[in-house]
């Protein structure tokens, strides 16, 4: 298996532009995680899917931050419009029912000038 | 809720010897898991090992073990015969188990460093 899958891998944009990242998961893991890595907040989640549903999205920062799960294989997180402090490594994650293990995507690492 | 803290900011070691990097928590879940996951520069998290609350023994994972207190919540990791590659930060991180499974409560990160 390819393990979690993220694109791109870096993306510098300029403030008050979207930005989408995108995630495919293991096949056959049923959960994905979206979390984002800072060095002021350290490692926190923003939103996490069980079989393709938003179950919490309370570590979404603001409105301006929004995920997509449109099936097993895929899911986005969106940030319209971005801005400097958006900056960090977003990284996406998978698990399977069976295991409680979380297994990492390489992250995308998202610079806003 | 779940709170996990790691109060060694840094930690160095000498090649081929031993260090225990340190980390206890709180949650108020009955059954749960405990995971510590080394990020290297390349910044992939990596799981090192992981350890189910209901079982006793210690879990190990070749040169890795685990240190599982479970009533002082404590949950420490040594690294056995430290090579270069370990240099890493290393995470403690906790989820809830069954039905309350999902969010990952990770530590602050302890920056490892190898010494040739």
């Known amino acids: 298996d390819a393990g979690v899958i993220q694109s791109p891998r870096h993306e510098v944009t300029e403030m008050g532009q979207e930005v989408t990242l995108r995630c495919k998961p293991i096949s056959g893991h049923d959960y994905l995680f979206w979390y984002r890595q800072t060095m002021m907040r350290g490692l926190e989640l923003l939103i996490y899917?069980?079989?393709?549903?938003?179950?919490?999205d309370s570590g979404m920062p603001e409105d301006r931050f929004s995920a997509k799960m449109p099936n097993a294989s895929f899911s986005t997180l969106k940030i319209q419009p971005s801005e400097p402090r958006d900056s960090a490594v977003y990284f996406c994650?998978?698990?399977?029912?069976?295991?409680?293990?979380?297994?990492f995507g390489p992250g995308t690492r998202l610079t806003v000038l | 809720a779940q709170t996990v803290t790691q109060s060694q900011p840094e930690m160095s070691v000498q090649e081929a010897e031993t260090v225990t990097l340190s980390c206890t928590y709180d949650t108020s879940e009955s059954d749960y898991y405990l995971f510590w996951y080394k990020q290297p520069p390349s910044r992939q998290m990596i799981l090192v090992i992981r350890?189910?609350?209901?079982?006793?023994q210690n879990a190990t994972e070749n040169r890795f073990s685990v240190n599982f207190q479970k009533a002082a919540k404590s949950f420490s990791l040594k690294i056995s015969d430290s090579q270069l590659g370990d240099a890493a930060m290393y995470f403690c991180a906790t989820v809830p188990s069954g039905t309350s499974y999902g969010k990952l409560t990770f530590g602050q990160g302890t920056i490892l460093t190898v010494h040739p």
């Open positions: 350890q189910e609350a209901y079982k006793q």
């Open positions: 899917f069980n079989n393709n549903v938003p179950i919490d």
């Open positions: 994650a998978s698990s399977g029912t069976e295991y409680n293990e979380q297994f």
